[in-house]
């Protein structure tokens, strides 16, 4: 069959499993060259090492993390994998460093696979009221010296945002890498990587894809050391994320900016009105002066956007009569906001926090908001009147 040059703006979407590699002498060049080529290979050989609408994809992903190379897997879950695993030395690997307000399948990751399985020394440390104690966080890995510190910018499901400056600061200091899963804070708000972290980490899945219908992650960095690394331990175990949904991602992404920014407006003028309703008792958004960790949020991403996400509690006596409004609220919005385990959608959804996070966050009237880009008067009138009516 004859092959055609299309005059497509657009990198197609290649299913191509494998690459034609014509003779001998170029497969074994190929081969041997797949880890050292920065993005396009010279010949492309195989779909899980590397794939052209991939790496289209990947493209749009360095231009919004303003950083030299992005790498997309099948999941944010598989992003976490790879970029901590690299850091995995057989007998010589050194503690890592995890802080603890991230997201709960990280911390189980953690815990049944890097600790119990395959017995890693990990080190913590939680918030005290809200924010890190950096003082005690510096105490802590100037004795165990971690390969690397983990971190995300904003926290789930409170909103607590971490000083990723001085973590970076701190954590060079005693030699060790900074990864950041900057999925609740996306680009638009901070980019850690400008700031001197080493590996940036998403759940794309959220907004990168912003649409509630792809899962996939990605790992961005600038150290061509650390890439070779990525690249190959996404080969071998097999991470890398399927052409189909790179294609749609590169589609999807195209509108990141102008989406996002309509969910922070949004967040935002829905979080100053419930901060004034007397049946909500406390709004968890770090765009507001009363949140804890408010002035870290303008330190690290300005005056304008601080994010979709907003958690609120329902106020109320006793448990009882908190989790009855829960219901209420949940069952009032119902039509319009539904109840789904993810974030970054276009529309508007809801979690309860007792019911995902109850052995961490036991709070009965807790609901977490992931904030659409919906007009805005009309998620103001859904979730104003089931507020009424509570
Ligand atoms: N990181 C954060 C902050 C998340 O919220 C999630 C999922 O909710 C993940 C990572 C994992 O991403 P995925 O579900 O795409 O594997």
């Known amino acids: 069959m004859k092959k055609h040059q299309v005059n497509s703006p657009r990198t197609p979407l290649y299913r191509d499993t494998g690459f034609e590699l014509y003779n001998a002498e170029t497969t ?12 396009e290979p010279e010949m492309y050989i195989y779909s899980r090492y590397r794939n052209p609408t991939v790496v289209a994809a990947e493209e749009e992903i360095m231009k919004l993390e303003k950083c030299e190379w992005a790498l997309l897997t099948q999941s944010g879950m598989a992003a976490i994998d790879t970029a901590v695993s690299v850091f995995q030395e057989a007998k010589d690997t050194k503690p890592w460093f995890f802080f603890t307000e991230i997201y709960g399948g990280t911390l189980s990751y953690i815990d049944s696979i890097l600790r119990k399985r395959r017995g890693i020394d990990i080190n913590t440390l939680s918030p005290v009221d809200g924010s890190y104690d950096l003082k005690e966080f510096e105490k802590i890995i100037s004795e165990i010296k971690p390969a690397f ?51 940036v980490v998403h759940s794309a899945t959220k907004y990168l894809a912003g649409h509630g219908n792809i899962t996939a992650g990605v790992i961005c960095g600038n150290d061509q050391e650390l890439r070779k690394a990525m690249v190959e331990y996404r080969k071998f175990v097999g991470h890398m994320l399927s052409p189909d949904d790179a294609y749609r991602l590169n589609t999807q992404i195209k509108t990141f900016d102008l989406r996002v920014k309509q969910q922070c407006r949004n967040a935002r003028m829905l979080a100053d009105w419930m901060a004034g309703e007397k049946s909500v008792e406390r709004v968890f958004y770090p765009g507001l002066s009363s949140h804890k960790t408010h002035d870290i949020a303008v330190k690290l991403m300005g005056s304008e956007y ?23 609220f949940i069952a009032g919005v119902s039509e319009n906001i539904k109840l789904i385990p993810t974030l970054g959608d276009p529309h508007t959804i809801l979690m309860p926090v007792e019911a995902v996070w109850g052995a961490k966050y036991p ?14 008067n009309e998620l103001f009138e859904t979730v104003s009147d089931a507020i009424r009516h509570l």
Do not use: C, W
């Not at 994010?307 to 209420?328: N, Q």
């Open 363 to 376: 709070e009965p009237g807790m609901i977490r908001l992931s904030v659409g880009f919906e007009n805005y």
């Open 28 to 39: 074994a060049g190929s081969f041997s060259e797949e880890t050292l080529h920065e993005r």
């Open 306 to 328: 601080f994010g979709a996400m907003i958690t609120f509690d329902l106020a109320g006596k006793t448990p009882d009569e908190k989790r009855k409004k829960r219901d209420a």
């Open 149 to 199: 510190v983990y971190a995300e910018t904003i926290s789930n499901p409170l909103l607590v945002v971490a000083d990723i400056q001085e973590i970076i600061r701190i954590s060079h200091k005693y030699g060790a890498k900074v990864i950041i899963d900057n999925t609740f804070a996306t680009p638009l708000l901070f980019r850690p990587l400008e700031h001197g972290a080493d590996i």
